[in-house]
């Protein structure tokens, strides 16, 4: 594989932080950086095309497609710069597909830096989709570091879609908004892991309409609130069908962080199972004191539980 060209150092670190690439993948990927589109790739089964109406692309991946990825990273190392983008996936049916997603922001000036990005998804019956999402923030400098993702997914029968969503460093705001509908049998799992530190706020809305006989989703949110840090967890979830579903918030608070957890579950049918679990506390003194004997400082010992936490 080939490196990128034209690539300045931080703009590599970012780009290994939310994607793990150091070079160019194979097949299908979209890269964007500093509001523009500065590369892209289609492969023999999936095309990506840049829209002419608003920033963004489209990526096709036509029926049957098996064991391919496709990385749609995008960058920001300019302050000030604030940007609307939409990224569209039409999913064949029968597709088993991989998608990397992330953004990362470095901002070294005084001024707010955004990236406000809109993914939807259509998935066709049968298909498997696995989605993989992470956010970073660094830099040096004073303005803000903000994201604020919108993921849109229509699930179609029998289709099944599992989303990996990750928030670990260095974003002082971030106001993440996840709406899906899903049809007979179809099945949605999301794992989103979330960590805060100093002033930073996040906040997460879930919405999942089950409308289909026997279809099903799992939510579950770790994270990890520091300082005087605030996270606020909003999931609502519906049932009008035979359904099941269920939702799980777990939280560490440490300092003078705050967490507040909002289940909301309604049972519009009479064969709905829907289950919310909340859990929010600081790390329990024995788990630290244990570590501690082992050799570890308190600092030591909270890192790894935290670290264990967040798996």
């Known amino acids: 594989m080939a490196e990128f060209k034209g690539l300045d150092a931080i703009q590599k670190q970012l780009l ?15 890269l964007r950086i500093n509001g523009a589109l500065f590369g892209k790739n289609s492969s023999a089964h999936i095309r990506i095309e840049k829209k002419t109406d608003v920033a963004g692309i489209d990526i096709y991946i036509e029926p049957g497609t098996k064991n391919e990825s496709v990385h749609i990273p995008v960058l920001l190392a300019q302050t000030g710069l604030k940007e609307l983008v939409y990224n569209d996936f039409h999913i064949g049916e029968d597709c088993d597909v991989t998608i990397v ?5 470095h901002n070294g000036g005084a001024e707010t830096s955004e990236h406000s990005g809109i993914h939807r998804f259509w998935i066709g019956e049968r298909a498997r989709v696995r989605y993989v999402e992470k956010h970073y ?10 994201m604020n993702p919108t993921t849109e997914v229509h699930l179609a029968a029998d289709s099944y879609m599992e989303m990996e969503t990750a928030q670990i460093k260095g974003v002082d705001s971030t106001r993440r908004e996840t709406d899906a509908e899903l049809d007979d049998r179809a099945t949605l799992v999301i794992h989103e892991k979330i960590m ?3 002033a930073q706020r996040a906040e997460t809305h879930f919405r999942v309409d089950l409308n289909g006989a026997g279809c099903g989703t799992h939510v579950v949110s770790r994270s990890v609130a520091r300082d005087t840090s605030h996270q606020l967890f909003i999931s609502d979830v519906r049932g009008n069908n035979r359904c099941s579903g269920h939702t799980e918030c777990d939280a560490i608070i440490m300092d003078a962080a705050s967490v507040t957890a909002k289940p909301e ?35 030591e010992a909270e890192e790894q539980i935290i670290n264990g936490f967040l798996k």
């Open 16 to 30: 290994e932080e939310v994607s793990g690439l150091h070079e160019m993948p194979e097949g299908a990927y979209s």
């Open 101 to 105: 997603a992330g953004c990362g922001i």
């Open 137 to 146: 923030g660094e830099g040096e400098g004073t303005g803000e570091r903000v």
């Open 196 to 198: 805060t530190h100093g």
């Open 265 to 299: 579950i309604a049972a519009n049918h009479v064969e709905a199972s829907l289950i919310h679990e909340a859990a929010i506390g600081k790390i329990a003194g024995e788990q630290l004191t244990k570590l501690m004997t082992l050799g570890l400082t308190e600092k």
